[in-house]
């Protein structure tokens, strides 16, 4: 009977790990979106997605303090996860949103999905990690995979002046959301899940906040009850709910099955553009798409990193 219910907890870990590998993949959807109907700028966007996704994050901190208590955090974490959350996830999504007004969803989620190599290439020259033969073949394989499909994507559209800079922000992207990955898999076992998890975003959203109150003023937001739907699926459906599933997952069913399951995410957000974006795929995608993901999906049995999804 034991191993039979341990059998139904790892399928319903995978089930759950699978379905928030698919909530995050509508994250791109939902802000082109929100671009698309709205006239929401991107640091707009990225406010508003933080402010209402940050309740549920301290609902959470709170439940987990008054379960667990609070841990003993040197200053030296400290300073370690204001840097995570200010420069690590506060600037990668700031890059992402940025880069999402002139790039479509699925190259988005291709370049995006670049930052587990950054993660291993950051391990490898700062952490001194030998980099194995079968990862070699991983990074050569993701970085083929998003030459051939960007390839694809110029076919289809360069004419926007800004397809080149948009790019740029994605890559950048990556390469900040990989950092913010290093620096979380070596600190977050020493704080804890939950109160990591809350204390980063909390210093990201004070970071995204002090941007905005900088340079733009809030009553130049155009509130509509379509800005507001597409902000709040934003928050709980691409932002919230995937991440706490993501957790149990990787509880459950380990972090290195929880790296391969979110090889879907490229899929599914390249057919989501399809159908509700109206992107086009074409061969060159499909190829390069299939290479990123078999490249992922090696550095995912080789990873002892959490998997963490932008």
Known sequence: MQLSSNKNISRFGYAVALMGALFFSTKAIFVKLAFQTTKVDALTLLTLRMLFSLPFYL??????????????ITSRQWFLIIVMGIFGYYLSSLFDFIGLQFVSAGLERLILFLYPTFAILINTYYFKNKLSNVQIIALVLTYAGIGIAYLGEMKLDTTHPNFFYGSFMIFLCAITYSFYLVGTGRIVTKVGTTHYTVYAMLFAT???????????????IHFSSTLIGYTSA???????LPSFMMSYGMKHIGSNNVAIITSVGPVSTILQAHFFLGEKIIPLQIVGTSLVIIGVILIGWKSRNPAITA
């Open 59 to 72: 609902i959470i901190g709170f439940i987990a303090w008054k379960k667990e208590g609070t841990h003993h």
């Open 234 to 240: 934003l928050a709980i459906i691409a932002t919230v």
């Open 206 to 220: 004070i970071g995204i906040f002090i941007h905005f109150l900088l340079t733009k003023n809030i009553s130049s």
